[in-house]
């Protein structure tokens, strides 16, 4: 009786795995950005983050999350039942490498260390699948475009300079004020993790509109929608724990 029961618990909640069809394009995006330091401080158990001296470990930049298509829901965009049950349970090992030429998939997995655990899997079947472009070369190249652009601008150079101090959101919307044009910075929030007695920035959430082909960062963060979060600055961490 009791394994009966656990089975139709587990029924249960396959029939809760949505099935999205083709969507319309995205009205907007999320484009999500991590201080690696800072997230390898929670989770320092994940691959991609056992080794932090080694050569090429992003200290002084942002890594790639991932780029969401918006209204909230654009998921799973023609994606099987199957494979959306094993990415919910986080099982993104069984899901499908993600095919993109050999050139593109060396700058995907210095720019996302989170490849090393099956990230850009995820991310791909998840958001990509929705993207206004849905093939992964273009939801990829889009992203580190995005990416690339962050990284250079005077909010690149803001955090790489404040490694190891406290940056508050203030400061950072000045940058991208600065960076991408005057309210440019009302389109970002934080967000922060406790650790022992720091608070750190693990990530950006960015406000952007549509479309992402052959738009400048500055211009898709110009008329996006404001975002708002609890943290209002934290510890931009250096490589390492502690």
């Given at each position: ?93 069984k899901l499908d490498p993600v095919d993109l030429p050999s050139d593109l998939t060396e700058r995907l997995a210095a ?132």
């Open positions: 009786m009791k394994l009966l029961r656990n089975r139709l618990a587990l029924a249960a909640l396959f029939m809760l795995v949505p099935y999205f069809g083709a969507q319309a394009e995205p009205s907007s995006y999320v484009f999500a950005v991590t201080w690696h330091s800072g997230f390898c401080e929670t989770r320092p158990g994940l691959q991609e983050c056992m080794s932090q001296d080694a050569p090429g470990y992003p200290g002084d930049q942002f890594v790639l999350h991932g780029l969401w298509p918006q209204p909230y829901g654009s998921f799973y965009c023609d994606v099987d039942h199957q494979t959306q049950r094993n990415d919910l349970a986080g099982s993104w090992g720019a996302m260390p989170g490849v090393a655990s099956h990230l850009d899997r995820h991310e791909w079947i998840k958001h990509g699948t929705c993207h206004e472009t849905p093939d992964p070369v273009s939801y990829f190249e889009h992203s580190l475009r995005l990416l690339e652009e962050l990284n250079a601008s005077e909010v690149g150079d803001l955090f790489a300079s404040e490694v190891g101090d406290h940056v508050s959101l203030h400061e950072i919307r000045a940058a991208f004020d600065r960076s991408f044009g005057e309210g440019a910075g009302q389109r970002v929030a934080l967000e922060c993790d406790t650790v022992g007695d720091r608070e750190l920035i693990v990530e950006l959430r960015i406000s952007l509109t549509s479309p992402i082909a052959d738009n400048s960062l500055r211009r898709l963060l110009d008329r996006a929608a404001h975002r708002h979060g609890a943290c209002d600055g934290g510890i931009v961490d250096a490589p390492g724990e502690g």
